[in-house]
Nanobody
Framework: QVQLVEFGGGLVQAGGSLRLSCAAS????????MGWFRQAPGKERELVAG????????YYADSVKGRFTISRDNAKSTVYLQMNSLKPEDTAVYYC?????????????????WGQGTQVTVSS
């Protein structure tokens, strides 16, 4: 089973950029569909972006389309989330998650492994 560790959160001004990384251990990273979720205080955890294991097809929440880009490097067992034009409403704890095979789905309980989360704070 893969284990996940996120990097790259921090404090940024509105309009700025951050890149999150999620490093996975394990030998079968290429078999996992990966998702980036976020959870703001008092809100439910929501899928921000996902990338499929089979053909790297991607999904984005409407709120981040055109601003965020998810990508993966199977050789490095890492998935990235490039976040541009950040807004204060993007402030949340961001988690990466994995599910073996299958497509990108938005339900958190379909992902079987989670990272510890990284805080992203966007100031206005």
């Amino acid at each position: 089973q893969v284990q996940l560790v996120e990097f790259g959160g921090g404090l940024v001004q509105a309009g700025g950029s951050l890149r999150l990384s999620c490093a996975a251990s394990g030998r079968t990273f290429s078999s996992y569909t990966m998702g980036w979720f976020r959870q703001a205080p008092g809100k439910e955890r929501e899928l921000v972006a996902g990338i499929s294991w089979i053909n790297d097809s991607t999904y984005y929440a409407d709120s981040v389309k055109g601003r965020f880009t998810i990508s993966r490097d199977n050789a490095k067992s890492t998935v990235y989330l490039q976040m541009n034009s950040l807004k204060p409403e993007d402030t949340a704890v961001y988690y990466c998650a994995s599910k073996m095979y299958g497509g990108v789905v938005s339900f958190p309980n379909t992902y079987d492994t989670w990272g510890q989360g990284t805080q992203v704070t966007v100031s206005s």
